[in-house]
């Protein structure tokens, strides 16, 4: 079993629309969770971190944790074309001091 | 400006070469990270540091070498151990909470 899990698309939504994309994780002991955004050719860039159960939100974005569930979603609100990336979810296990990735899921904004 | 410097952009290498990777942070993070990308694929953890002087294997550790000398450096050396060194190299710093920032990465091409 993959330590963190992500379908890997193409997942298409159009402008406008809100986009979900979701990511499993087997380690019980993880505390802090991440998402990145990479564009194509480029290196990631953090856009959220969530380390306790719930949502939280940053303008259109919002990151959900279901420590429960090992189970973390990123939310994106009117989705633009500009948004088309492959979104990376990565995960620190608290006894290991090492961020571990996702291999990542593309999303594709219709115009 | 603060930030994450990697050098060079494009490399070539020749089979049995060694070759090094520079990472430079003046973002005064304790920890920093050497990553792997290949096409299509997630981010492998190769090394990672989090003082100075001491540095860990990461998943995919045979066949690079590191070094901790200063804070702010942290070279990656791919040695001719390695197999298979075509590949998208990143570094990366982190704040305590485990956010990490990456540099622009560095494209290993094996001739």
Redesign the interface.
């Known amino acids: 079993q993959k330590e963190?899990e992500q379908n890997?698309g193409p997942l298409s939504v159009p402008e406008g629309a809100i986009a979900s994309l979701n990511c499993t994780y087997s380690d019980r002991g993880s505390q802090?969770f991440?998402w990145?955004r990479q564009y194509s050719g480029?290196?990631?860039?953090?856009i959220m971190?969530i380390?306790s159960n719930g949502d939280k939100e940053d303008g259109r974005f919002t990151a959900q944790l279901n420590k429960a569930s090992q189970y973390v979603s990123l939310l994106i609100r009117d989705s633009q074309p500009s948004d088309s990336a492959t979104y990376?979810c990565?995960v620190?296990s608290g006894g290991y001091?090492?961020?571990?990735?996702?291999?990542?899921t593309k999303l594709q904004v219709i115009p | 400006d603060g930030g994450i410097t990697q050098s060079p952009k494009y490399l070539f290498r020749k089979e049995g070469q060694n070759v090094t990777l520079s990472c430079e942070q003046n973002l005064n993070h304790d920890a920093m990270y050497w990553y792997r990308q290949d096409p299509g694929q997630g981010l492998r953890l190769i090394y990672y540091s989090q003082i100075v002087n001491d540095f860990q294997k990461g998943d995919i550790a045979e066949g690079y070498s590191v070094s901790r000398e200063k804070k702010e450096s942290f070279p990656l050396t791919v040695t001719s151990a390695q197999k298979n060194p075509t590949a998208f190299y990143l570094c990366a710093s982190s704040t305590n909470s485990w956010e990490l920032f990456f540099g622009e990465g560095s494209r290993l091409t094996v001739l």
């Open positions: 963190v890997s802090s991440f990145y480029k290196s990631p860039e953090l971190s380390y990376l990565a620190n001091q090492k961020v571990t990735f996702g291999t990542g």
